[in-house]
């Protein structure tokens, strides 16, 4: 049966948790071939294997993504593996839940640069490809704070809200060469970003949603009375990477169960 992705080539970022790889086993049961790309080499290795097992396509690619070298590295190596690259899921991001007062120039810098300059990175370091693929799409993942700004972490909300720039930037620039760019922006969903702690994500009791009354209250806010699912929004990447979206660029999709009406 045909897949809804055959013929393509996606790089996914943030490849080794919990969204991009829910993308990375749907994108390659709809036929596509896919690089796990992370900062985490073994989480990456981690899902490559489990897809190469059931007979997908895909490599494993170690990136900061906040470095342009290695963003260059990383298309080439997909490009000489499966031949051309279509498909980009900027998807790796960064949080540190402190308030205005609270939040250093520091911590600033490094969310910025992981969720908003790094993905004006990968789409510079992939257009030359998709150019020689004849097109392609980038998808960038935005968030809540991408349709409004609350007083937790000002350089979340500033990245995301900067992704709907980006996002239109991009699209304008590129769609002569038939590349389109979407934002899809998830509300809460049930991931190690929000329940676990981690170097590009810290939680604590009062923040992650093993706190009962943390995930409560982001429940209670999605009128859908649930928290999203990694696939459900790996289900919306799948769309927008299709040509089923062909006509669809500049504008963002969300996936929140109402959260952001
Ligand atoms: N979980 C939520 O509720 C939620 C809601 C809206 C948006 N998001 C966004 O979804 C994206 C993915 O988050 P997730 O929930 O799957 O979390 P996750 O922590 O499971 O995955 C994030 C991945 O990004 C990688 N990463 C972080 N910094 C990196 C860097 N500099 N270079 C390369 N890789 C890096 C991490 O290693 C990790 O594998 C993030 O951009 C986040 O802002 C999450």
């Known amino acids: 049966m045909a897949g809804r992705l055959d013929g393509k080539v996606a790089i ?8 991009g790889s829910a993308m990375a086993r749907l994108f390659t049961n709809e036929g596509a071939a896919v690089c796990v790309a992370d900062f985490r080499p073994e989480a990456a290795q981690k899902v490559t294997d489990e897809l190469n097992k059931s007979g997908n396509k895909a490599i494993p690619f170690t990136i900061d ?6 963003w260059q590295a990383c298309v080439a190596t997909t ?7 279509t498909t980009l899921c900027n998807v790796a991001g960064a949080n540190v839940r402190v308030d205005f007062d609270g939040q250093t ?19 510079k370091a992939v257009v030359p490809a998709m150019r020689r693929a004849g097109g392609g799409c980038v998808l960038n993942i935005g968030s809540l704070g991408s349709i409004r700004q609350g007083a937790g972490s000002p350089a979340y909300g500033v990245s995301k809200i900067g992704l709907v720039g980006l996002t239109r930037s991009t699209a304008a620039a590129y769609a002569k060469d038939h590349i389109r760019c979407v934002l899809i922006s998830p509300g809460h969903v049930d991931t190690d970003f929000i329940r676990g702690s981690s170097e590009h994500s810290p939680n604590d009791w009062s923040t992650s949603i093993d706190n009962p009354e943390n995930y409560e209250s982001r429940r209670r806010n999605t009128p859908l009375g649930r928290l999203c699912t990694p696939e459900d929004v790996a289900s919306a990447f799948m769309f927008a990477a299709s040509d089923e979206a062909s006509m669809i660029t500049g504008s963002m999709i969300t996936v929140d169960g109402g959260a952001g009406i």
């Open 79 to 85: 490009e000489k593996a499966f031949g051309k690259v």
């Open 12 to 19: 996914i970022t943030g490849g080794g948790g919990s969204m």
């Open 105 to 123: 120039e520091d911590m600033w810098r490094m969310i910025m640069d992981t969720n908003l300059t790094a993905y004006f990175l990968g789409t």
């Open 65 to 70: 993504v906040r470095d342009s070298k290695q």
